[in-house]
């Protein structure tokens, strides 16, 4: 089983600026298959990054993802008010796993 | 657009069977290349990965959940479903049903508790 390890826990910033978040895994991932995923409370999930690196539909550009093999990025270049939320990355190249998210709360 | 909904029982008895339907709109669930999935998670926990079924009907389970999960579909009312039987309270949780198409794309989710 792949471990995603998602780092920090928690990421407190402000609006207007930059939020860098890790996902790790416990063995390399292909590119393809590594995804991310914002959760705002009482709302599904939403897909942001796919293939590592590829917005989703409707993602607007200050969001971008990076990284390869066992090293994963999601930035969010400047910050908005609605950008606020939970961020998990799930491989699905080996089973499916996800990382425990990153809570992005506004300082 | 492509929606999702779960449905369900909401509360659930322990040692008893939770039944879970995902209708799909905007989609057919037999569409070539099409998979299903359903993704839980418990209260303060992460994501748990349950199962997918493919278009055609193959199932693909979480080994950890394997021994009590059942998941099937129906084509004809373009929905599929989740079977999990001898449930517990560690299976209290909010269960997601999802498009499992490079990433999942989620319904809103639905809270089953397990307690008597």
């Known amino acids: 089983e792949i471990v995603l390890t998602q780092s920090p826990g928690t990421l407190s910033l402000s609006p207007g600026e930059r939020a860098t978040l890790s996902c790790r895994a416990s063995q390399s991932v292909p590119s393809s298959f590594l995804v991310w995923y914002q959760h705002t409370p009482g709302q599904a999930p939403r897909l942001v990054i796919h293939?590592?690196?590829s917005r989703a539909t409707g993602i607007p550009d200050r969001f971008s993802g990076s990284g390869s093999g066992t090293d994963f990025t999601l930035t969010i270049s400047r910050l908005e008010p609605e950008d606020f939320a939970v961020y998990y990355c799930?491989?699905?190249?080996?089973?499916?796993?996800f990382g425990q998210g990153t809570k992005l709360e506004i300082k | 657009q492509l929606q999702l909904q779960e449905s369900g029982p909401g509360l659930v008895k322990p040692s008893e069977t939770m039944f879970l339907t995902c209708t799909v709109s905007?989609?057919?669930?037999?569409?070539?290349?099409?998979?299903w999935g359903w993704i839980r998670q418990p209260p303060g926990k992460g994501l748990e990965w349950i199962g997918s079924i493919s278009y055609s009907g193959s199932t693909y389970y979480n080994s950890s959940l394997k021994s009590r999960l059942s998941m099937s579909m129906d084509t004809t009312n373009n929905q599929f479903y989740l079977k999990l039987s001898f449930m517990t309270a560690a299976d209290t949780a909010m269960y997601y049903c999802a498009r499992d198409l490079g990433g999942f794309h989620w319904g809103q989710g639905t809270l089953v508790t397990v307690s008597s």
């Open positions: 293939g590592a690196s």
């Open positions: 799930q491989q699905y190249g080996n089973s499916y796993s």
């Open positions: 905007g989609g057919s669930i037999s569409s070539t290349s099409s998979y």
